[in-house]
C-alpha cells in the first residue's frame, strides 16, 4: 500500500520539544524529495522544510534555527526535530512527497501552557 504515517505529535510546553516522524511505503523512498507542511486552524497549508533525496534542506523562515529536518532512507523514514516551541507553531503537521503528491494523514502538535 502506497503510503506515508506520520507519528509523534502531542502537546507541548511553550519552549519544549518534539519529534516528529514520517514512514514511508510502497514507494521508492531514497529516490523523493520529501517535505513536511502544516497548517493552523483557519490558515492555508504552508512548507515547513524540505529534504531532497541527496540530503539539502530549506526552511520556513519562521522554523529557522529551531526545527531540522532529516531523513534515513534505508528505513523510508523522514523526521522533523522542533525547538524552542512557541504557540504559533500549533498546527496539524503533514508529511508530503511533493513529486507524486502523496500525503500522510496528519498529526496534531499544540504548544500551549
Known amino acids: 500500500q502506497v503510503q506515508l504515517v506520520e507519528s509523534g505529535g502531542g502537546l507541548v510546553q511553550p519552549g519544549g520539544s518534539l519529534r516528529l516522524s514520517c514512514a514511508g511505503s510502497?514507494?521508492?523512498?531514497?529516490?523523493?524529495?520529501m517535505a513536511w507542511y502544516r497548517q493552523a486552524p483557519g490558515k492555508q497549508r504552508e512548507l515547513v522544510a524540505a529534504?531532497?533525496?541527496?540530503?539539502?534542506?530549506n526552511y520556513a523562515d519562521s522554523v529557522k534555527g529551531r526545527f531540522t529536518i532529516s531523513r534515513d532512507n534505508a528505513k523510508s523514514t523522514m523526521h522533523l526535530q522542533m525547538a524552542s516551541l512557541k504557540p504559533e507553531d500549533t498546527a496539524v503537521y503533514y508529511c508530503?512527497?511533493?513529486?507524486?503528491?502523496?500525503w500522510g494523514q496528519g498529526t496534531q502538535v499544540t504548544v500551549s501552557s
Open positions: 508530503n512527497a511533493p513529486q507524486i503528491n502523496l
Open positions: 510502497g514507494i521508492i523512498f531514497s529516490i523523493y524529495t
Open positions: 529534504i531532497t533525496r541527496g540530503g539539502s534542506t
